[in-house]
């Protein structure tokens, strides 16, 4: 395999703004990783259309999360918040922008934020958001859950105030989007410092042997350092923690269901503090 | 009455005989380690160093070039050697009152080891600091505590949400908060949807609606607990392993200094300040990781916040005096005494607009460096800067150096600042001086004997016998090693004695100005490049002397010239009437000249008063009139014992249109006067030096040497023939240092100089006459100057009586004509 061989080379990332922290630390490092693969930075601020009908309602109360005080939640309030967002979204985008001489482009649409997101994530070849919105949870949050879930192609969640760092780790089972998460790795550590923990998921230790085998064919091609774990199928609770132990700086996963479970994805993207990229 | 014989040459010069030295250059000589010609000051100086008590200090004073300054400084390191090297000394952050830095003193050398200890010990702290924020145990713990906290927060957010949705409603998260809304299958309703529920519905919500929001507040309400007791139990578990981390180094240290307490405190405060600020370490270390900061604000605050590198500050040391090195006693001359240079400063630097410092900046003064030993000072250096003197007394009289910034003490300034503990002060200081400033101290400030008890008193002359001259041969001889000059020959070192003693107006004494001394060796020595000898000649010692004088004396020319092309009017042949030349000194810097005056006298009848222009118009000094006054005495005393004079006289220096001052002119006023009393003329060719008495005795006067020349120079210009002379104090003899050019004229008895003891002797050689002697009598011979004067008196008051009958019988005719 070579670049050549890359249908799906990453050419324009999508980035989902809202202002929050989080969504500003993915956007530097969504920039971060449009340098290292000279892509073009997508920005998108999605006005949730929830907030507006509710403002629309003339009925609730907005509880500040600071003061716990109450206050009327009107349509013309959220529209100045909205926009302000909107306008703080785009200058942050702009500045990082422009200070890493990349290629960029900024809209904002009003909508349900998933779908908008998902939307959008049509038109790139990859999404990058923050893991839990406004609030520092360690869990991810349900928009980011369901993009990541759904997202077509690449999807990267960031914990909040990680970066992309080395080693690269990759969770690698032989199938097309493990050879796919493969090649991704490939073009993170291009012409770069740094080494690869590729961690074979397989059945026993012939199928893990073979696994390798591949791996160390595209490897030797690509010249990068290599440093092999297994993992049992079954085990695959037991990923987490090894990437934590082997203090990856972000970790490449193959997220079809035949490559890893559902409910393994959602483990590991609440447990896993470096960022998590879901290849498709 | 004795007469008076002009002066033999010999008399006129004292040489220095090059054949009493036993050396052919100064190469042969050693060095003189002696001070030349200063025996009180030395051991004024000794007996100060010597007395250790408080306020032994010593002002050593005396004319500038005199050697002050390295007699004091030389005896200062000569004791020094033999003392003890004093203490280091330190300044360390005050972990309980910040802005008062606590001073340490530790034995000289161990300052040093013990700064280089706390740099070695933050460094080591950074990187311990750094492994045990990074170690897994660490991030497993803070983990446990974060996960804690975060489940608690959202299993109070989770129980809420479930309820929400149990009832119809979502949480939604708003830009500033969060918000309930009536939702339908995860969706927000609509107005229209909202409207088109029934009635009961709706109520249904908006009750349910205030009973959620109201619960909402109550769990937010929680988070600021919840948030502080995550933070207290994050910030004991970063103390356990700072405490841990940091309990090892500093052990370590608290062994090697043991002996000395006040390091054991601050190595205590120190552990506990580093596990105190803990939060600090990490903070930093996570900024460092973590931020980005866009904005300005961002910026600022994270400046605001204490980082790791300010943190770590705190336990540096500042040493303040390092004696590593020293050898005994420090001795230090403080060539800018000014008051921070004296006591030491806190400097700032600036940050963000504002000035800040803290105990780093602190810089030490000149008594800091000096404790233990010596400081040398210019007295006028200190009291010309600003409170210098001011800062250096309280010093000295609390014996301790407080740094405060003159604002502070001045009570001007009133921001926060730094008052480091004052350093206890055992210092000997020397203040180096002129006279005057002594005495202007002395009789002025309160404090200045109390603290300054020694006064070395410098003498700017010394005796010229022949065991001087062969130390003078030595002190030259040290000087030209010193300057690395050429050799002097055995004449030459003759020719800067000789000069030497012209210098100080004394052919009996020699001068202890070294560095004009030493000037005149480095001029000689510059001149004598062209002689092709390799040494210096007494030729070259005269070249430089010449061309001291040239570069200086352009105004004596222009005066010379005045007089000879007869603008200012001095006669130097013929005979007058009231008519004399006077000499007077022009002192113009460091050099100074000799120019006859005229002075003429009128007489009239009177009654008795002797008028002196000069203080009519007052261009008189008080000496001048004081001359005068002593004439009219010696004139009443002498020719008008039993009756009032009966004349008027003026006296005026003719074209004076300066002011007149010093009393070496009387007698030239009073050989004028008597001139025109007897109305005998007097030689013009002589000129007259000297103050009198009023017996009539003639007084030495000052400038003797320059005075003759200056008369010789305007006869010899115009020629010399064998008449010309002057008449000086018999006093002065001993003062005689005169040109060769003079010296030769009196050999050829072309020029004279008449020595007088009194006014007698120089009248008869001014006019020709015999003065007189008075008979039993008290009546001159008539044919005598005396006779003339008291004849001239008598005839005068004789027409004074005459007049005064006339009138008495005027004012009685007019009576009876009433």
């Not at chain 2, 000087?479 to 012209?502: C, M, P, T, Y």
């Amino acid at each position: 395999m070579s670049d050549a061989d890359l249908p799906d080379r990453i050419r324009r990332i999508l980035v989902a703004l809202d202002a929050s922290p989080s969504s500003l630390a993915a956007l530097r490092a969504a920039a971060d990783l449009a340098a290292r693969l000279d892509a073009e930075l997508v920005g998108l601020f999605v006005e949730d259309i929830n907030l507006l009908r509710l403002a629309d309602l003339n009925l609730a109360r907005e509880v500040s999360i600071f003061t716990s005080a109450g206050r009327l939640f009107d349509r013309q309030s959220i529209e100045q918040q909205l926009h302000s967002q909107a306008r703080q979204a785009r200058r942050a985008l702009a500045q990082i922008g422009e200070r890493g001489h990349l290629r960029w482009s900024f809209q904002v649409v009003q909508g349900i934020i998933s779908q908008e997101l998902l939307q959008a994530a049509e038109n790139t070849d990859a999404i990058v958001l923050g893991k839990a919105g406004w609030s520092h949870r360690r869990q991810i949050g349900s928009t980011a859950r369901t993009i990541a879930m759904l997202a077509p192609r690449h999807a990267i969640v960031l914990q909040f105030g990680s970066h992309f760092g080395i080693p690269v780790g990759l969770v690698y089972d032989g199938s097309p989007a493990a050879q796919r998460a493969l090649a991704s790795a490939g073009n993170l550590l291009e012409n770069r410092e740094g080494f690869l923990v590729v961690m074979i998921l397989a059945q026993g230790a012939e199928e893990a042997r073979q696994l390798q085998s591949e791996v160390g064919d595209f490897v030797r091609r690509h010249n990068l350092h290599i440093h092999y774990r297994w993992v049992a199928r079954g085990d695959e609770v037991k990923l987490a923690d090894l990437v934590r132990s082997e203090r990856c700086g972000v970790l490449i996963v193959p997220a079809t269901r035949e490559a890893l479970p559902e409910e393994t994805l959602l483990e590991l993207l609440d447990q896993v503090e470096c960022p998590v990229w879901l290849v498709r | 009455m004795k007469a008076v014989h002009p002066l033999e040459a010999g008399a006129l010069y004292t040489r220095s005989d090059p054949a009493q030295f036993n050396f052919e250059t100064t190469n042969d000589l050693p060095d003189l380690l002696e001070n030349l010609g200063q025996p009180r000051a030395v051991e004024a100086v000794s007996f100060g160093i010597g007395m250790e008590q408080a306020g032994y200090n010593i002002f050593a004073m005396g004319p500038a070039g005199t050697g002050k300054r390295s007699l004091v400084q030389s005896h200062f390191t000569g004791r020094a050697s033999t003392e003890e090297t004093p203490p280091d000394w330190c300044y360390v952050y005050n972990f309980s009152q910040p802005h008062k830095p606590v001073a340490i003193s530790l034995p000289h050398g161990l300052g040093a080891a013990l700064r280089q200890d706390m740099d070695r010990f933050i460094e080591e702290l950074r990187t311990t600091l750094k492994a045990a924020f990074e170690s897994d145990e660490y991030r497993a713990r803070r983990q446990a505590i974060e996960h804690e906290y975060q489940e608690k927060q959202e299993k109070s957010l989770e129980g809420i949400q479930q309820r929400a949705q149990e009832q119809g409603f979502i949480l939604i998260r708003t830009p500033a908060g969060l918000v309930f809304a009536p939702s339908r299958n995860g969706e927000v309703l609509s107005p229209e949807e909202f409207q088109n529920l029934p009635e009961e519905d709706r109520k249904r919500l908006e009750a349910n609606l205030e009973g959620l929001q109201e619960e909402l507040q109550n769990i937010l309400q929680t988070v600021p607990r919840l948030r502080r007791e995550f933070q207290e139990r994050v910030e004991a578990l970063h103390q356990e392993i700072t405490n841990y981390s940091v309990g090892g180094l500093v052990d370590e240290l608290q062994r090697k200094y043991a002996g000395y307490p006040a390091v054991v405190e601050f190595l205590l405060a120190v552990r506990a300040d580093v596990v105190q600020s803990a939060a600090d370490f990490i903070n930093s270390e996570e900024e460092n990781t973590r931020s980005n900061p866009e904005s300005l604000l961002a910026a600022m605050m994270t400046r605001n916040r204490p980082d790791q590198a300010a943190t770590l500050k705190r336990y540096q040391v500042n040493l303040l005096v390092d004696n590593q090195g020293l050898n005994g006693a420090p001795v230090i001359y403080e060539d800018n005494p000014t008051y921070q240079n004296l006591v030491g400063r806190v400097e700032h630097i600036a940050q963000l607009g504002a000035l800040v410092t803290d105990f780093t900046l602190i810089k030490p003064g000149s008594l800091h460096l000096a404790n233990g030993g010596y400081l040398v000072l210019e007295a006028r250096k200190v009291l010309s800067e600003p409170y210098a003197w001011e800062g250096l007394k309280r010093a000295l009289r609390s014996q301790q150096v407080k740094i405060e910034s003159l604002g502070q003490m001045l009570s001007v300034i009133s921001t926060a600042s730094l008052e480091p503990e004052p350093v206890p002060l055992r210092v000997k200081v020397a203040l180096v001086g002129d006279r005057m400033l002594y005495y202007l101290l002395a009789q002025y400030d309160p404090d200045f004997e109390e603290l300054f008890k020694v006064q070395a008193d410098f003498d700017e002359i010394m005796e010229r016998d022949t065991d001087n001259q062969q130390k003078y041969a030595r002190l030259i001889a040290t000087l030209v090693h010193r300057d690395h000059l050429r050799a002097f020959d055995r004449g030459a070192v003759a020719r800067v004695i000789e000069h030497s003693a012209r210098m100080v107006e004394d052919a009996e004494r020699l001068s202890t100005e070294v560095r004009d001394i030493a000037n005149l060796l480095r001029e000689s020595d510059y001149w004598s490049k062209e002689n092709g000898n390799g040494v210096v000649t007494a030729a070259d010692v005269q070249k430089a002397i010449d061309a001291q004088i040239y570069r200086a004396d352009r105004l004596r020319q222009r005066v010379q010239e005045t007089i000879l092309r007869d603008i200012f009017i001095i006669k130097t042949q013929g005979s007058e009437v009231g008519q004399i030349n006077g000499l007077s000194v022009i002192q113009l810097g460091g050099f100074s000249f000799g120019r006859p005056s005229r002075i003429t006298a009128k007489v009239r009848l009177g009654k008795g008063d002797v008028a002196d222009i000069e203080r009519e118009v007052d261009l008189s000094g008080p000496i001048h009139s004081k001359g005068v006054l002593i004439l009219s005495g010696f004139l009443g005393s002498r020719y008008s014992q039993e009756k009032p004079l009966a004349l008027s006289a003026s006296l005026v220096f003719e074209q004076s249109y300066a002011g007149v001052d010093g009393d070496s002119a009387s007698s030239a006023e009073l050989y004028a006067l008597l001139s025109a009393i007897s109305r005998v003329p007097i030689k013009q060719s002589l000129a007259v030096t000297g103050a009198i008495d009023q017996n009539g005795n003639v007084q030495a006067i000052g400038g003797v040497n320059e005075k003759i020349e200056g008369f010789f120079d305007i006869c010899n210009a115009r020629g010399l023939t064998g008449e010309h002379g002057v008449l000086i104090p018999a006093a002065n003899v001993k003062h005689l240092m005169l040109r060769q050019d003079v010296i030769r004229a009196v050999e050829t008895g072309k020029f004279f100089i008449y020595p007088i003891e009194h006014v007698d002797q120089g009248i008869e050689v001014l006019t020709g006459l015999p003065a007189g002697e008075p008979d039993q009598d008290g009546k001159f011979p008539p044919d005598t100057i005396n006779g003339k004067v008291l004849a001239r008196l008598e005839e005068l008051a004789k027409k004074r009586e005459e007049l005064e009958a006339a009138e008495r019988r005027k004012e009685m005719g007019e009576q009876e004509d009433k």
